[in-house]
């Protein structure tokens, strides 16, 4: 299990959470703000198995222009 987290600008996260939901990913959009101008700034948070992290990256590619991408392991996950 791995955990995506894509850092964009609000502009382009509304289209990134469209490109997700149509490919049936499940994502958690957070909005903030930070940087040199203080701009307004989405955090997008999906977690998906190993064998899907391509598709995610791919979508993210397509969707955005900026973003700063991590994916981190995730040692446990409970749904809840």
């Not at 289209?15 to 203080?38: C, M």
């Not at 391509?54 to 996950?77: C, F, K, P, W």
Request: glycine fraction near 6%.
């Amino acid at each position: 299990m791995k955990l995506v987290i894509s850092i964009t600008r609000d502009e382009d996260a509304s289209q990134l959470i469209d490109a997700l939901v149509d490919h049936e990913f499940r994502a958690t959009r957070i909005n903030s703000a930070g940087g040199f101008l203080k701009r307004g700034n989405s955090t997008v948070v999906v977690g998906v198995d190993d064998e899907k992290v391509d598709a995610i990256l791919s979508l993210i590619r397509q969707s955005t222009e900026h973003a700063n991408v991590y994916v981190m392991n995730v040692g446990r996950y409970e749904r809840l």
